[in-house]
């Protein structure tokens, strides 16, 4: 690969990535808009559990094109896949002003402008707690993403358990977003939040004290793959419930956005730490310090809807 087709590929693969953390808020937005209130947490469960099952499919299926075709070819064959997708578009009908105007309508107030909400969804409190919280998710995800398979070959473990974990992660994924979605309709969003946190920094702990053997690593691999991207489903129920579904992709795309600055800081310092100590420890007591963080920060929040800000 010539150095200028290898930055032709990165610019791909960031864009790739960019639209692949863009459309969990579209998405999230467009499906919303399709059920009533009380069905709206299983749907983006399931909307989120049929991309953790979309990973967990599409990576032998990329390994395969790659090894009989090449790479180049192989991410032709991907982009045709991404092409069939598009008639899925018109299923997802609605227009975001539309939407608020019927909202606007039936309250009898004037609809808020995109500046208007932004302002809003900063000046509350909530919302701010909400973003935390799920900046240390996206430090959890990507550092686990990232040097899982790094920190099992720390252990002297073979290789193959690295891939295995990583499976186990992807598929016990899609059962805690199916089951988050489905407990978003029946318990406090925020009370769920905490308790996904929580058991994620007492999961990361047991680790650290356990024996590092294969058993033990895919149980921890299953354990945080229910909590892997299960906080997505309260996350968007919390902001459509605090600000309504009109402004819900724009506002749940400031909040991913916090998302992948965790997530920035996960792979970087996961790296780093090795780098310059030789181990992964001091980053699981970050992770485990950041994990109850999150547990807190996410009990003041405010699920009634705040106090509308007009212009």
Not at 40 to 69: D, E, W
Not at 172 to 195: D, E, P
Not at 197 to 226: D, H
Request: net charge positive; hydrophobic share 55%; proline share 4%.
């Amino acid at each position: 690969m010539t150095s200028t087709t290898g930055l032709i590929f990165a610019i791909g693969v960031l864009a790739a990535g960019g639209a692949g953390m863009a459309g969990p808020s579209v998405l999230m937005a467009a499906s919303t808009r399709l059920v009533p209130l009380e069905k709206r947490g299983l749907t983006t469960g399931i909307v989120n559990a049929g991309g953790s099952f979309g990973q967990f499919a599409m990576a032998p299926i990329a390994i395969g094109l790659t090894t009989a075709v090449g790479w180049a070819s192989a991410m032709q064959w991907l982009g045709i896949l991404v092409l069939l997708a598009l008639p899925a578009v018109f299923v997802l009908k609605g227009n975001s002003n539309a939407l608020a105007a019927q909202a606007a309508v039936a309250s009898g107030k004037k609809a808020l402008s995109a500046r208007q909400a932004i302002g809003q969804a900063i000046a509350t409190p909530s919302y701010r707690y909400l973003s935390l919280g799920f900046l240390v998710c996206g430090f959890h995800v990507a550092f686990l993403a990232t040097h899982l398979p790094g920190v099992i070959a720390a252990c002297g473990l073979a290789p193959e358990i690295g891939g295995w974990a990583l499976a186990m992660i992807g598929l016990f994924n899609i059962m805690g977003s199916l089951a988050m979605g489905w407990a978003v309709g029946r318990w406090r969003m925020k009370s769920l939040l905490t308790l996904l946190y929580a058991t994620r920094g007492l999961a990361v702990l047991i680790f650290l004290l356990a024996p590092k053997t294969s058993v033990v690593v895919l149980v921890f691999a299953a354990v945080m793959g229910v909590t892997f991207l299960s906080t997505v489903p309260p996350t968007v129920g919390l902001v459509a419930k605090m600000f309504g579904t009109s402004n819900m992709a724009m506002l749940f795309g400031i909040v991913m956005l916090s998302h992948q600055i965790g997530g920035f800081f996960g792979a970087f310092l996961g790296g780093y730490v090795f780098q310059v100590t030789g181990s992964y420890d001091w980053v699981w007591y970050i992770d485990i310090v950041l994990a109850v963080g999150a547990a807190l920060v996410n009990l003041p929040i405010r699920e009634a809807k705040p106090l509308r800000v007009t212009a």
